[in-house]
T-cell receptor
Framework: DAKTTQPPSMDCAEGRAANLPCNHS???????VYWYRQIHSQGPQYIIH???NNETNEMASLIITEDRKSSTLILPHATLRDTAVYYC????????????FGTGTRLQVTL | GAVVSQHPSRVICKSGTSVKIECRSL??????MFWYRQFPKQSLMLMAT?????????EQGVEKDKFLINHASLTLSTLTVTSAHPEDSSFYIC???????????FGPGTRLTVL
């Protein structure tokens, strides 16, 4: 699986949009971009994934650049409960392949 | 999404004893499950891949005789930490692959403390 690079930490004011970047310059054509988050002392939670088109669900939006070398996870209206470590992972979908977690971005949402 | 449970959520044991952790997929069948370990302030590290009805595949550096994995049914995988020592104290997390939608879901984790 391709490696990813994320900033170690970010702050965001409650109610504002949180934009979390991820670089994946060595991504292959058949690899998807996945985002998970881990709230303290819990298991990771799936957020969203995409191949090349922008994606949106009830939790977040995913913006993938045209060259697919980077992406941004957007939490449109961050709340205190969104404080967590966010992991960007690239992998081939459709197979039971292992997930390789990097160090992620620790997002702190503040009042 | 699909639900994965782990039991127990917390366990404290004495050094030298063995501890079994269960991972269950509650509303789907999982032919493949994964076991991760996470030390404080670190990321998740994959320990092994568990396939129903066959031997687990361990990552490099993980002792297969110390971390016994059994995946005897499509909804249950177990991890047994044998002869546990304080350095085995960690947060153990499993995940299960839902073949019906080709996605992976995580359990809530088990915190093991070895005294």
């Amino acid at each position: 699986d391709a490696k990813t690079t994320q900033p170690p930490s970010m702050d965001c004011a409650e109610g504002r949009a949180a934009n979390l970047p991820c670089n994946h310059s060595t991504i292959s054509g058949n690899e998807y971009v996945y985002w998970y988050r881990q709230i303290h002392s819990q298991g990771p939670q799936y957020i969203i994934h995409g191949l090349k088109n922008n994606e949106t669900n009830e939790m977040a939006s995913l913006i993938i650049t045209e060259d697919r070398k980077s992406s941004t996870l957007i939490l449109p209206h961050a709340t205190l409960r969104d404080t967590a470590v966010y992991y960007c992972i690239v992998r081939v979908t459709g197979t039971a392949s292992k997930l390789t977690f990097g160090t992620g971005t620790r997002l702190q949402v503040t009042l | 999404g699909a639900v994965v449970s782990q039991h127990p959520s917390r366990v404290i044991c004495k050094s030298g004893t063995s501890v079994k952790i269960e991972c269950r997929s509650l509303d789907f069948q999982a032919t493949t499950m994964f076991w991760y370990r996470q030390f404080p302030k670190q990321s998740l590290m994959l320990m092994a891949t568990s396939n129903e009805g066959s031997k687990a595949t361990y990552e490099q550096g993980v002792e297969k005789d110390k971390f016994l994995i059994n995946h005897a049914s499509l909804t249950l995988s177990t991890l047994t930490v044998t002869s546990a020592h304080p350095e085995d104290s960690s947060f153990y997390i499993c995940s299960a692959w839902d073949t019906s939608i080709n996605e992976q879901f995580f359990g809530p984790g088990t915190r093991l403390t070895v005294l």
